[in-house]
C-alpha cells in the first residue's frame, strides 16, 4: 500500500545520524515537548508550541516515539520522574536511550526552539551526567569558533491578516518576502560560480549570508527596499555589516574580512557606490550583483 501525506515526511524525515552539533530547521521535523516553553522571554504551553512549530512545518506529537526528531526540553516541573537515578522527564531518558542504540534525537531548549521559530540554527545540547549521578540537556563543548557555519537556506515566510495591528502587516509581509527572496537568488548566483553560501558560525555575529574565497571570508547583509524608506534601510544595512566586520576582525584577527551589504535592486542615489568605497564596503545588489 502506498504512503502518502504526513506519513511520507515522518517516514523519511528520521535521522540515523548525529546532526553535528547544529538544528537547522524544523520543516520535515518530528517534534516532541517535555513541557511549557520559554519562548523569547515568555511561557508558552505545549499546544501553542506545538501550533507554532507546525507552521514551520513540523509535525508535532504529544509524547515520545521512534518517529520524533527533535526534542525540544521546557520547564519540568509538572512532570512526573520516571528515573530516580537521573531525575529528568522520560522523554529524556527515551531520547537518551535513542541515542545510544544509534538513532540521533537532537534536543533543544527554550533559546534554540525560538531560534528555529524565527528560521535560524540552533544548538543541539547533549545530555550529561553530573557528579550527582543526574542526567541533563547541556550545550555542547566547542573547542572553536567559526565565522561560518552550516548552508545557508531560504526561510519560508508567510502572511497575517492586516487588520491583526495596528500597522500594514501586508507590507511587512512583502517586506519579508523580498528579503527571503534575495537572499535565495544569492544563494543561487555563488552556487553557480561553486561558492556555498552559509549561515553564521557559533563566536560570530549573526549576519545574513557568508562565503569565503580562499583565505578571505566575506559577510553580508542583506536588505529589502520593498515597503521600506530606502535611504533608512542603506544606512541600517551600511552600520549593520560595519560593526558585524569589526566584531569579526577582533574575534579572528587571522582571517580576512570583507563586508558586503547586499540590496534586494538597485538604490535610487548613486551616493552609496562613492560611500560604500570610502568605507571599504562591498554594495551588490540582485539580480546580477555584480561587485561581490
Known amino acids: 500500500m502506498a504512503v502518502t501525506g504526513r506519513r511520507v515526511r515522518e517516514a523519511v524525515a528520521v535521522p540515523d545520524r548525529p546532526c553535528r552539533g547544529t538544528v ?6 518530528t517534534i516532541c515537548f517535555t513541557g511549557r516553553v520559554l519562548v523569547d522571554g515568555e511561557w508558552r504551553v505545549r499546544t501553542h508550541c506545538a501550533e507554532r512549530a507546525g507552521q514551520r512545518g513540523a509535525t508535532p506529537k504529544s509524547d515520545f516515539s521512534r518517529k520524533v526528531t527533535l526534542v ?5 516541573a509538572s512532570k512526573v520522574v520516571t528515573d530516580d537515578g537521573r531525575t529528568y522527564s522520560s522523554t529524556l531518558v527515551d ?14 531548549d527554550g533559546d534554540g526552539f525560538s531560534k528555529l521559530l524565527r528560521g535560524r540554527p540552533a544548538p543541539c545540547l547533549e545530555l550529561r551526567r553530573a557528579r550527582t549521578g543526574r542526567v541533563r540537556p547541556v550545550a555542547a563543548a566547542t573547542t572553536e569558533a567559526h565565522v561560518l557555519g552550516g548552508p545557508l537556506r531560504v526561510r519560508r515566510t508567510g502572511q497575517r491578516a492586516s ?10 509581509d512583502e517586506a519579508t518576502a523580498a ?4 537572499v535565495g537568488a544569492l544563494i543561487a548566483y555563488l552556487s553557480r560560480q561553486g561558492i556555498q553560501a552559509c549561515t553564521h558560525g557559533s563566536g560570530a555575529p549573526e549576519f545574513d549570508a557568508g562565503w569565503s574565497r580562499g583565505k578571505n571570508v566575506f559577510v553580508a547583509e542583506v536588505k529589502s ?3 521600506a524608506r530606502e535611504e533608512q534601510q542603506i544606512r541600517l544595512g551600511v552600520g ?4 558585524y566586520a569589526q566584531q569579526l576582525r577582533s574575534a579572528f584577527p587571522s582571517t ?3 563586508p558586503v551589504l547586499v540590496l534586494e535592486q538597485r538604490p535610487s542615489a548613486t551616493r552609496w557606490t562613492e560611500l560604500a568605497d570610502r568605507v571599504g564596503l562591498r554594495l551588490a545588489w540582485a539580480p546580477d550583483f555584480s561587485g561581490i
Open 24 to 29: 537547522h530547521g524544523l520543516d520535515g521535523r
Open 72 to 76: 525540544v526540553y521546557g520547564d519540568l
Open 95 to 108: 531520547a537518551e536511550a535513542e541515542r545510544s542504540r544509534g538513532r540521533h534525537v537532537c534536543v533543544v
Open 163 to 172: 487588520g491583526d495591528l495596528a500597522l500594514d502587516l501586508s507590507r511587512l
Open 179 to 182: 528579503h527571503e527572496a534575495t
Open 225 to 227: 527596499l520593498t515597503g
Open 240 to 243: 549593520q555589516i560595519l560593526d
Open 256 to 258: 580576512v574580512i570583507h
